[in-house]
């Protein structure tokens, strides 16, 4: 079965520092991963995607993650947080055998403080 | 706004009541798909649609609920005899040829259903 898990509700940081928002995936296959985001009554906006290739892929408002097929892992990065990056985070994928359909996490919510 | 349209953005009904839900997605994209979030959970996969054509549905999709694109365009979710389960957001999305093979969809609003 395929499967995302996003392992924090929440993550809280201060504005200027480092965040990581972490997922893992249980997938038959080579997967395709996304990061999506989504705002207070806004629909959920893609944000960046792994097909193939460079581990680390670079995405919008600054956002980075990393493939690690080892560890089963796509975790979202960005090195220096914003307050307006506070928003709930959702990491998806999508396996290679599927028409598109996507299999989303849990969520995460992201709390940066001024 | 080109972007996707999803009305009505809320619906409260009685249980046993009949929804319909509709999705306008932009314009060129011929891929439209329909999930189901409740709280504290990520979107469910419900159906998706190419073009006119159904191509797949999840089995939670029960026979309670019939989703139709009739000329390829917009969408219409139904649910027939609904019950207090059903209480959820349903987001609807569309992607062009390309966005749907690397799964960049572009979601709509959605339409939050409360059944009472």
């Known amino acids: 079965a395929q499967s995302v898990a996003q392992p924090e509700d929440q993550v809280n940081v201060a504005e200027g520092n480092p965040l990581t928002v972490k997922c893992t995936y249980s997938?038959?296959?080579?997967?395709?991963l996304f990061w999506y985001v989504q705002y207070p009554n806004r629909g959920l906006q893609f944000l960046l995607k792994?097909?193939?290739?460079?581990?680390l892929v670079k995405g919008s408002y600054g956002f980075e993650a990393e493939f690690n097929k080892s560890q089963t892992s796509f975790h979202l990065k960005k090195p220096s947080a914003l307050v307006s990056d506070s928003a709930l985070y959702f990491c998806?994928?999508?396996?290679?055998?599927?028409?598109?359909?996507?299999?989303f996490g849990r969520g995460t919510q992201l709390t940066v403080w001024p | 706004d080109t972007g996707v349209s999803q009305n009505p953005r809320h619906k409260i009904t009685k249980r046993g009541q009949n929804v319909t839900f509709r999705c306008d997605p932009i314009?060129?994209?011929?891929?439209l798909y329909w999930y189901r979030q409740t709280l504290g959970q990520g979107p469910e996969f419900l159906t998706y649609?190419?073009?006119?054509?159904?191509?797949?549905k999840s089995r939670l999709l029960s026979d309670r609920f019939s989703a139709e694109r009739p000329k390829g365009s917009f969408s219409t979710l139904e649910i027939q005899r609904t019950e207090q389960g059903d209480s959820a957001m349903y987001l609807c999305?569309?992607?062009?040829?390309?966005?749907?093979?690397?799964?960049?969809?572009?979601f709509g609003e959605g339409s939050r259903l409360t059944v009472l």
């Open positions: 999305a569309s992607s062009s040829g390309q966005g749907a093979n690397t799964g960049e969809l572009f």
């Open positions: 997938v038959s296959g080579n997967p395709y």
């Open positions: 792994y097909i193939t290739g460079d581990n």
């Open positions: 998806a994928v999508r396996p290679f055998s599927t028409l598109g359909r996507l299999y």
């Open positions: 314009s060129e994209h011929n891929r």
């Open positions: 649609f190419q073009n006119e054509a159904q191509l797949e």
